[in-house]
């Protein structure tokens, strides 16, 4: 593997990650669950994911690697939880590719004609082939998609603000009436706050994508620690101030937010034309981010299993140009058969297939906190002090385990994600259970440079 990422594609790579597709698609849902109070279940998600990625940056800036979070576990856990976790990411990332390339199908489709599956069909073929070229078409790609995704954003930060305010010239609304209309802060009580934060946490799932990205760049240490340091503030503006603006300009209870998204609606209700068109691109442009952002890091996280013997050897070859090609066209032909089979299979196999990823997110942040609390300890007895280090050892990462369980406890209890945390646990007893068999039946390999720039096959 090579060094193709420059620095300001990390930058970019890990403000893009922040920005997920389900900010713009998915705050609706949590929006109507919760209303105004919405935000504090994006506060709650949002320390969680504080959390893991200071636990993540932790392990990332001493031993940087593009199996990341997988390498770490089967190095501090065992060979069984490397390959478990390893293999659960990949799945969720699979599955991924046919949502969004559906997603962009329906944009373009609306606006060009032509069949949503040749849509579906182009953008994932055009993103495959970019990430086949070299590893720096990624990043330059998902440069200018996370640079749209920020303008966008700010931009509708400071409209919105000056609409509050009043001082926006033309506006059909100020003030704050979403916070004062139709129940108040919390309309349908603190119970839909955690109901709601179910919704929001699986959008900041790609937060963690910098650290495998970080492991092809010329200085993975300079390039977590500034994603870790910054992912507080990112989260602050990006979710909390965007989301803010909303709630408070939009009535929670409006039927225009499920019918056209709540960026759209807050839009039209402040009067900016071309609103629906605006929202497209954007959207278009978040999902292609998200998609570019899944063929990548489900290939590099198969590449990392095929060089630990957690594969098959063929996915750890790479080109001359340092890309893994095997892993890339394997995880794009799982994909493709995934959008295929969201077309031809009836919606409830499909959504069952989708379900399966539903609490895959919480998977894999308790592996790595167990991780963290296990090579911390290494760390620290071998003297070593990595560039990033977790905040008050153990307790936080104790903390952050105890949210873990909660949220898995509210899935049990709140209506609506039982299936989805039954079929996302089965699958993983099913991948431990396989991947335990794996390690009683396999040698050891030596982990050292796995997934890096050594001693790549050829």
């Not at 065992?78 to 699979?94: D, E, H, I, K, T």
């Not at 930060?157 to 129940?183: E, K, Q, Y």
Request: with cysteine.
């Amino acid at each position: 593997m090579g060094t193709g990422l420059k620095p300001r594609h990390i930058t970019m790579i890990s403000i893009a990650g922040v920005i997920g597709a389900g900010l713009f698609v998915g705050s609706k849902n949590a929006i109507a669950e919760a209303g105004p109070g919405v935000l504090l279940s994006y506060a709650l998600a949002g320390t969680l994911v504080v959390l893991v990625m200071r636990m993540l940056g932790e392990m990332a800036t001493a031993q940087p690697d593009t199996g990341s979070f997988s390498t770490y576990a089967d190095r501090a856990l065992g060979r069984w939880a490397g390959f478990s976790v390893g293999w659960l990411y990949w799945w969720f990332w699979v599955l991924v590719i046919p949502v969004e390339a559906t997603a962009a199908a329906d944009i373009l489709s609306s606006w060009l004609g032509a069949p949503q599956w040749v849509w579906a069909l182009a953008v994932t073929l055009l993103l495959t082939a970019t990430n086949l070229a070299s590893v720096g078409n990624y990043g330059e790609f998902e440069f200018w998609f996370a640079g749209i995704k920020v303008v966008a954003i700010v931009g509708f930060i400071v409209v919105g603000v000056l609409a509050i305010t009043g001082v926006l010239p033309g506006s059909d609304v100020s003030g704050t009436p979403g916070l004062r209309l139709d129940g108040g802060f919390l309309p349908n009580g603190f119970s839909a706050v955690l109901a709601a934060m179910l919704l929001t946490m699986f959008s900041f799932m790609g937060t963690e994508i910098v650290t495998i990205a970080a492991a092809e760049s010329p200085d993975p240490q300079k390039g977590v620690r500034r994603a870790v340091n910054s992912v507080i503030g990112r989260i602050a503006v990006f979710y909390l101030l965007s989301i803010f603006v909303v709630v408070a300009l939009v009535p929670w209870n409006s039927p225009e937010l499920d019918e056209v998204g709540s960026f759209q609606t807050t839009l039209q209700a402040i009067g900016i034309p071309g609103a629906a068109t605006i929202m497209d691109i954007v959207i278009l442009t978040a999902v292609a981010s998200c998609l570019n952002s899944a063929l990548y890091t489900a290939s590099r996280m198969v590449f990392s299993l095929s060089r630990r013997g957690d594969g098959p050897r063929w996915l750890s070859h790479v080109s001359g140009r340092g890309v893994p090609y095997p892993a890339i066209l394997a995880s794009t032909a799982v994909g493709f058969l995934a959008v295929v089979g969201n077309y031809l299979l009836p919606d409830r196999i499909f959504g069952m297939l989708l379900a399966t990823s539903g609490a895959l997110a919480l998977v894999v942040y308790a592996i790595i906190a167990l991780s963290q609390l296990r090579m911390r300890r290494r760390l620290d007895a071998e003297g070593e002090r990595p560039a990033v280090r977790m905040w008050l050892f153990p307790w936080l990462t104790y903390a952050a385990l105890a949210f873990i369980v909660v949220v898995l406890a509210l899935m049990v209890i709140l209506p609506g994600q039982r299936v989805e945390l039954t079929l996302s646990l089965v699958l993983t007893a099913v991948v431990v259970a396989v991947g335990v068999r794996h390690q009683r039946t396999t040698s050891r390999v030596d982990l050292t440079g796995a997934g890096t720039g050594t001693g790549a096959r050829r």
